[in-house]
Nanobody
């Protein structure tokens, strides 16, 4: 019922940029918010950035000013532009969606894409 198509991860040098993309297919759900989480081995998954259907954004302090989240509601697609990447940004990045149907709200994550920042 809910499918994610993620792309854009890879290897980049410190100070470089990457752009992640995620398209969500969701039959009969309303998308309330989309965004990105990330996780490194041994740590909990953490929020990177989210954006609501109205365009309100929320960023982790560690990425504020370097990352930009955007979305196209007509295409059910969310992007994460990552600039001035640092080694500590290395993680698996997961596309995220908060969906609703009837009176219920659901959270889903994609399969993840690896981002490695290294010289």
């Amino acid at each position: 019922q809910v499918q994610f198509v993620e792309s854009g991860g890879g290897l980049v040098q410190p100070g470089g940029s990457l752009r992640l993309s995620c398209r969500i297919s969701r039959s009969s759900f309303t998308i309330y918010a989309m965004g990105w989480y990330r996780q490194t081995p041994g740590k909990q998954r953490e929020l990177v950035a989210t954006i609501t259907s109205m365009g309100n954004t929320n960023y982790a302090d560690s990425v504020q000013g370097r990352f930009t989240v955007s979305r196209d509601n007509t295409k059910n697609t969310v992007w994460l532009q990552m600039n001035n990447l640092k080694p500590e940004d290395t993680a698996v990045y997961y596309c995220y969606a908060r969906l609703g149907r009837a009176a219920s709200v659901y959270e889903y994550w994609g399969q993840g894409t690896q981002v490695t920042v290294s010289s």
